[in-house]
Every structure is written in structure tokens, then in C-alpha cells.
């Protein structure tokens, strides 16, 4: 059954982890937000102001791209 007890150390211990989180992620967003650009596609990177992908990145992209889409076409026939 629900006490009320469990349900005020839930709030106080959500509330805490929140703030926590919140400082955390204060302090450090700018590392984070540089690994997750790092890790991304080569197309953000320019969207951002980053490097220009080359062309044999941007044909190998494409030929992915093509090759999902002819997969999701043989899946649906």
C-alpha cells in the first residue's frame, strides 16, 4: 500500500539527484557537447561551422543512405 513516508524520501531524493545533475551538467556541457559532435556524422560538423566533409565522404554517405533505402523497399514489398 502507499505511505505517504515513501512517497516524500521519493520526492526529496528525485529533487536531490535533479539538482545534482543540473550542477553537473553545468559544469561540464561543454565537454559533453564537444564528445557528441566529435562522434557525430561529418555533415553536423559542417552544419556547426566545423571542417567541410570531402567528397569521398559525402559519396560513401550516400551510398549508405541508398543501400538503407533499398533495404527498407525490399522489407515493405
Not at 567541410?52 to 538503407?68: G, M, T, Y
Amino acid at each position: 500500500m502507499f505511505v505517504k513516508s515513501d512517497f516524500l524520501i521519493g520526492l526529496v531524493v528525485g529533487a536531490v539527484t535533479g539538482v545534482v545533475g543540473y550542477r553537473l551538467y553545468d559544469q561540464y556541457g561543454d565537454q559533453l557537447k564537444s564528445l557528441v559532435l566529435q562522434s557525430s556524422v561529418p555533415v553536423i560538423r559542417t552544419i556547426t561551422g566545423g571542417a567541410e566533409p570531402s567528397l569521398e565522404e559525402l559519396v560513401a554517405q550516400k551510398e549508405r543512405l541508398e543501400d538503407l533505402i533499398a533495404e527498407k523497399n525490399q522489407q515493405s514489398l
